[in-house]
């Protein structure tokens, strides 16, 4: 069965450093997402993707944050200069269409010193 | 902002009794997506409901979205150790392309 895979499991950085975390979304899907998940609380939406733009981002996607499609599989997420705040699951998501069901990939731990 | 509720937050039952999580919420949404997650892991998809009163069943579990589409429930019946879990609700409103995620509930069940 398709499913979504991400790249790393687990990435440690320190403050101020730039990380780019990577996905490969299910290959026939068309829209694509970020979300990110501090410990012990919600799943929050962060960006999401269609045809080579961002089609809507949330507050916690400032300047800091960006998004590309590099290539034809893979999509990524940079943040430019991490914060500790930053520490969180980060997870890529892709769906077929806009309002289809939403596949999750197994997420980026990502740990800011 | 749409809010998405879930209760309860925690739930510990023993295997072979029957248990019910509900999300509500305010807002109505267009479709509403049920996950499970298991620690350090991503959500996993379990069903996707979309017409008022619609009912769904996968094998124990069944999911009801509300008439008004503004609240859900999961039902599972003869829980096993199995179910131990996080469940999450996560409602689309239609208009953007973004999911809302509930507040979970953690559900334990021992033998």
């Known amino acids: 069965e398709p499913e979504v895979t991400q790249t790393p499991s687990h990435q440690v950085t320190q403050m101020g450093q730039e990380v780019i975390l990577r996905c490969v979304p299910i290959?026939?899907?068309?829209?694509f997402y970020w979300y990110r998940q501090i410990l012990g609380q919600k799943v929050e939406f962060l960006v999401s993707?269609?045809?080579?733009?961002?089609?809507?981002k949330s507050e916690i996607f400032d300047d800091q944050f960006s998004v590309e499609r590099p290539d034809g599989s893979n999509f990524t997420l940079k943040i430019r200069s991490t914060k500790l705040e930053d520490s969180a699951m980060y997870f890529c998501?892709?769906?077929?269409?806009?309002?289809?069901?939403?596949?999750f990939g197994p997420g980026t731990r990502l740990t800011v010193t | 902002t749409q809010l998405l509720e879930q209760s309860p937050q925690f739930l510990s039952i023993q295997e072979g009794e029957n248990l019910t999580v509900y999300c509500n919420s305010s807002s109505v949404f267009s479709s509403l997506q049920w996950y499970r997650q298991e620690p350090g892991e991503g959500p996993v998809l379990l069903v996707t409901v979309v017409t008022g009163g619609e009912v769904k069943k996968l094998k124990r579990l069944t999911f009801q979205f509300g008439d008004a589409r503004k609240d859900s429930s999961l039902h599972i019946t003869a829980a096993q150790t199995g179910d131990t879990g996080l469940y999450l609700c996560a409602g689309d409103p239609g208009t953007a392309s973004k999911l809302t995620f509930g507040t979970g509930t953690r559900l334990q069940v021992t033998l």
């Open positions: 993707f269609y045809n080579n733009e961002i089609s809507e």
């Open positions: 998501a892709s769906s077929a269409r806009l309002g289809s069901e939403q596949y």
């Open positions: 290959s026939n899907h068309l829209y």
